[in-house]
């Protein structure tokens, strides 16, 4: 980058108010460095360490990464993980052949022949081979660190391993346990899925009924003597990811980078064993039918107990007439504080699911009807349909709106603010954590996209937290439409596209094929363009020079009233390729990758305006800001404008 780009890139970001530019990637999309690439990324990586640096050079302040939890070798999707284990296919494995750092556990050799064994392709992850290649792979670390660990002397590399394994184990002993305990019971009964396990009691090794807690607390116990080995290994395991998260802040934190991590809505497999007592087993959460997803979407993800929400009264306690944290509240505030030692800020996904969790009935043959035909949690006092849910109830029938569908934003029409508090229990626990943690509410990215539920809309007013904004899905012939930048609040986050969407560029391709883009055009000129004279010019220009279509369209980020802008990988870098198509499996989806060339490429790019030239889109927002903005800002414009062409002669 020339000399002084980030310089005037940040003044800029001032001068438009943007206090976060958050670049979002998953971490099996990170590229590699030459002889280090499994076929799979790794923010750990040395590969994924030099693009984070790229993304500081080019200007982003935070990188908000997606759920970091156990995926199995059949689903790669990050929102079905862990939500305590990481994913050990983060290791990175080439880093293992230091000496001086963890002492040799992997031979250089070992690395070779994995990365030379991948197989060939596109710049998609092979999930697969890697989930299989990297658990043998860790398989011999543990082997090489135990035979180490017997010979070590004191002050040696695996010594100080040794001591701070120990450490973690007995820090993280409590899930640690229960997530070893899953693979252990998947071997020895044949099965990978625990409702599939012969053996009721294993089913419920963690929700005894009452009178049976001696009992399972001693098949625990056998199980973890009996496979004390293997629980280490999976410890040892889990403290490698963990300690090169920790390595990566200090990286991140050092370039002046915000990590954020990804709060989801789902749970493994694992955890809907291990914490099956928090759950109602007669329901299970998804999506309703909505702009977004007009079928609606069955996730089977399980439904927390409100009745666990609080302890029953005390009335002899300390605190008698004040409501105490019950399981499911301490286990949120588990999860929260664990994420917000190893993050700087949260993305918190479907916050709906915190607050107006949308249900559906468990064991229906049709689940997509089902979820089609289910009810609002906290919502629903007299359905027919759902006369179970009445006992959840925080409204009154006559605070609904009968004249809408029961999915809908105005379902609830009316809430006084004892019903917000009670609606607002999960997010409470979040909200403290992150005060405890010294992190601001405005480190909270709330993921409500195309609908807000009332009771939502009030829990989030209450704290001042801000919506997303994903404007390549703007209805242009709405002006009220939730998507359009203009109607931006400052604690909003606007993007153009996500993680769910088409990248822009595909997009715009398919707006020139279907003559759209002129309309898109128009409404980017009236917002770019303030006078009169020369707007017709500049939506011209826009038709005719498609790489300026999609740079005005960043640009419109910038112009909007929003503080924070997320940009998803695919869309900086000029990418075409699809990462995810939701409500579909497919194993296209959650494998795209970074190009390993991505410096060259993105260089090449540029020169035909063919991915995000974020000088040119700045100064395209500052100039939006009309006279007065280009009379204070003139020199800055200029600079910005200098700045863009340098990039695209490269």
Not at 187 to 192: N, P, Q, W
Not at 411 to 440: M, T
Request: proline content about 7%; aromatic content about 10%; hydrophobic content about 40%.
């Amino acid at each position: 980058m020339p000399e002084d780009y980030q310089r005037h890139v940040t003044a800029a970001l001032a001068a438009l108010n943007v206090r976060n530019l958050v670049l979002s990637i998953h971490d099996p999309s990170f590229p590699s460095a030459p002889g280090e690439d499994p076929g799979r990324g790794s923010p750990y990586s040395e590969g994924g360490l030099r693009f984070l640096e790229f993304a500081r050079e080019l200007g982003f302040n935070g990188i908000q990464l997606g759920p970091q939890g156990q995926t199995s070798e059949d689903n790669p999707s990050p929102y079905d993980g862990t939500l305590f284990s990481r994913n050990v296919l983060n290791v990175a494995l080439a880093s293992l052949t230091n000496e001086e750092s963890w002492g040799g556990l992997l031979r250089p050799e070992r690395v070779q022949a994995l990365v030379a064994a991948r197989p060939g392709g596109d710049g998609r992850v092979k999930h697969r081979y890697v989930f299989n290649a990297q658990s043998e792979a860790l398989e011999e670390a543990w082997t090489n660190f135990q035979h180490k660990r017997a010979q070590a002397t004191p002050g040696s590399a695996i010594a100080w391993l040794a001591e701070h394994f120990d450490t973690f184990r007995r820090e993280h002993r409590e899930w640690l346990e229960r997530d070893a305990l899953y693979d252990v019971l998947c071997t020895e009964h044949g099965r990978a899925y625990w409702k599939e396990w012969p053996s009721e009691w294993d089913r419920r090794l963690w929700n005894p009924r009452p009178g049976e807690e001696a009992t399972f607390s001693n098949r625990r116990q056998v199980l973890l003597t009996k496979y004390a080995g293997q629980v280490e290994a999976y410890a040892f395991r889990q403290f490698l990811v963990h300690s090169q998260h920790a390595a990566l802040r200090e990286r991140t934190a050092a370039w002046g980078l915000k990590l954020f991590g990804d709060l989801q809505i789902g749970y493994s497999p694992r955890d809907a064993w291990a914490y099956q007592g928090l759950f109602v087993g007669s329901y299970l959460m998804g999506a309703p039918p909505s702009r977004t997803n007009p079928e609606g979407q069955p996730w089977n993800y399980p439904v927390l107990d409100p009745s666990q929400y609080h302890a029953p009264p005390n009335p002899t306690g300390p605190y008698p007439g004040v409501r105490q944290p019950g399981p499911v509240l301490w286990f949120m505030g588990s999860r929260v504080n664990k994420m917000l030692t190893e993050y700087d800020g949260l993305r918190i996904d479907h916050p709906h699911g915190l607050v107006c969790p949308w249900v559906y009935r468990a064991g229906e043959l049709n689940a997509l009807r089902a979820v089609q035909s289910g009810a609002r949690l906290f919502s629903s006092p007299d359905l027919p349909d759902h006369p179970e849910l009445a006992r959840w109830a925080l409204v009154k029938p006559e605070q609904l709106e009968r004249s809408v569908p029961r999915h809908a934003d105005g379902w609830v029409r009316e809430l006084n603010p004892e019903q917000v508090s009670c609606y607002s229990a999960l997010f409470d626990a979040i909200i403290a954590s992150a005060h405890a943690h010294g992190r601001k509410v405005s480190d909270l990215l709330c993921e409500v996209l195309s609908t807000m539920p009332y009771p939502l809309q009030r829990v989030m007013e209450q704290y001042g937290l801000g919506r997303f904004r994903v404007t390549q899905k703007a209805d242009l012939n709405n002006p009220r439409d939730v998507y359009r930048s203009e109607n931006a609040a400052p604690q909003d986050w606007i993007m153009v596209g996500n993680h769910d969407t088409k990248p822009i560029w595909a997009l715009a391709d398919r707006w020139r094929q279907a003559g759209e883009a002129r309309a898109q055009a128009d409404y980017l000129a009236w917002r770019l363009h303030p006078e009169e004279e020369g707007r017709e010019d500049f939506a011209r220009r826009l038709v005719e020079e498609p790489g300026m279509l999609v740079q005005a369209k960043f640009a419109d980020l910038f112009a909007s009233r929003a503080e924070n802008v997320m940009v998803f990988f695919a869309d900086l870098l000029g990418m075409k390729e699809t990462y995810n198509a939701p409500g579909t499996v497919s194993e296209e989806n959650w494998s795209l990758r970074v190009p390993n060339d991505y410096r060259s490429g993105y260089a090449e790019k540029l020169a035909s305006d063919g991915a995000l030239n974020l000088p040119k889109a700045l100064a395209m927002a500052l100039r939006a800001g009309g006279e007065a903005a280009r009379a204070r800002h003139g020199q800055l414009i200029a600079d910005l404008e200098r700045l863009a062409g340098a990039l695209q002669r490269g």
